[in-house]
């Protein structure tokens, strides 16, 4: 092995689902990679320890609610088993090796995990950490074909750049705008004082992405805001747990009213799934000392597991 890359989840952690553990990418072998990022680039010394760091195990912790009957039960929203039967295959290969301060080095580290993790030809589910993660994660994805991101969220995250730091969390719709392979983008949930400024929000209408706000969502139902979604043969989806309403995400650093409900979410993750193929995935800034009951964990967790079953519905595994 060259130089490591993920740190293993010690034994007697939780990994997601209770899903076998990949020590080392280069023997991954799975449908789906479970990815921990836990750090991204702070802002300050105040977020050198982001509150957001965590949720790679909260979330993993909370997952496990599910493992025993989501192979077995029937799923309501989905009319059978939540992954169709489909023997789906899902390793966590535990979280990317941090050094304290060198943001560079574990961006790339970032980047390289996510890189191994599509060269095996598995499906990259990254649970963050803070709404930088999907900056490096996007990274990985140059050079093999053209994506669409979608990213379900309050805030609109095109900053240029905030107190020096280019690649922070309110940059990373811009910094995905600059990859070759970004050639489409979807903004769904918009919504509170703060989630952008004019001249980042013309920024954006400008580069082409459909911006829609959460109120668009609640009156036009997820249907209509799918339709807006540009086609893709191949979608990136980012959910930062702000874009859920904070009655059923309240773990969350910024909570803005008048979120997106879980039936809108699940509606809109099937849709996508129905559109094209999703090839990637992140869950990002979930706070788990602000949260109530572990519930957005838990959100975030089910949430995550409907990706991989609208995924697994719409025949993307094994195939
Ligand atoms: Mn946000």
Known sequence: ???RLTL???????TFLGSPACNDLAELDADVAVLGVPYGVPYDMANMQAPSAAATRTVREQSRRFADEVRTSWDFTFGGT??????????DCGNVLMTPGDHAGNSARTTAAVRDILDRGAFPLVLGGDHSIPIPVMRAFE?????????????????EERLGIRDGL????????????????????????GSAREAEVQAARAWGSVIVPAHDLHRDGPDAVLARIPSAARYYLTLDMDGMDPAIAPGVNDPAFGGITYDEATALIRGLASKGRIVGFD??????????????SYLGARLALNVLGAMAWSGQFGG
């Open 1 to 3: 092995m060259t130089d």
């Open 8 to 14: 293993p989840i010690p034994a007697g952690e939780p």
């Open 82 to 91: 939540l992954f169709n039967d489909t023997p789906l295959r899902i390793a």
């Open 143 to 159: 050079g093999r074909g053209d994506l669409c991101v979608v990213q379900l969220d309050a805030h609109i995250d095109w900053r």
């Open 170 to 193: 309110s940059s990373i719709m811009r910094r995905g705008s600059e990859l070759d392979c970004v050639t489409a983008m979807a903004q769904i949930g918009m919504r509170g004082i």
């Open 283 to 296: 869950l990002v800034e979930i706070v788990p000392t602000a949260d109530v009951q572990h519930l957005t």
